[in-house]
């Protein structure tokens, strides 16, 4: 039985995302649909590029997904299908799919070329579920789209380093449910300049000496509950995903704050990270 993932930025007040489901039923009434995220940031492309390259591997080979983000058709923004890691993405040549295909290389890009056929002002519902339903019964991507090489590229996805391998200057690509705010370093790319020099995160005024593997290494557990003080600290984690991220112990953007509230760290703001010299 086939998978097919939705992953937009429709939210969920309005009709989109379940005509879409409905469209896909339609077609294919055994298949399977799972939403990855219907509450992407509108248009955001860094933000849905994280959330599916972390999201999609999860699924069983052969899944299709269906990226609905900054859709709209015009001679900037062509539609593509990729083959790669023996899944399947069907979204627009946005940048979205840069960030998973700067580490593992497409087995097979096609510019899709059906629109001749199909007139319409909201090509997830009548492209991309076309698409998708096609993949699904076994159709090839050659039937749908022309072979093409290359995509288009995402802005900011690897940190910079200066030449004297003192300094990362990364930034915010993320800010999730909890407010925590991911950055674009990764720990392999962190491990690969910090050759054990002492360091310091800088984020706006805040400056940090340790990142950690777990949100809980901040708390002192051989202090009784009532004197640790440690809700609402500040701290940098890699995360799940081995990202760095700089969080709030239990935050909690409706209450008593977050990393980004907290902080005031928005989407694309700058984290720099100082290494010492010796």
Known sequence: MAIITLTTDFGEKDHFAGAIKGAIYSELPDVRIVDISHSVSPFNIPEAAYIIFNGYNSFPKGTIHIIGIDSELNEEN????IKLDEH???CANNGIMSMICAEIAPEKIVEINIHDKVETSFPVLDVFVKV????ARGGTLEVIGKL???IKPIKDIIPFVNDEKSQIIGSVIYIDNYGNVVTNIKRKFFDSIVKGRD???YARSYKFKTIHNKYCDIVNFSVSPEKRNDEGKGLV???SSD???IAVYKGNPETVGSASSLMGLNLRDTVTINFSKS
């Open 78 to 81: 062509k539609h593509i299908a």
């Open 88 to 90: 399947y993405f069907i």
């Open 132 to 135: 998708a339903c096609h993949i």
């Open 148 to 150: 093409i090489t290359e």
């Open 199 to 201: 360091y310091e995160v």
């Open 237 to 239: 984690v890699f995360n």
């Open 243 to 245: 990202y760095l991220e």
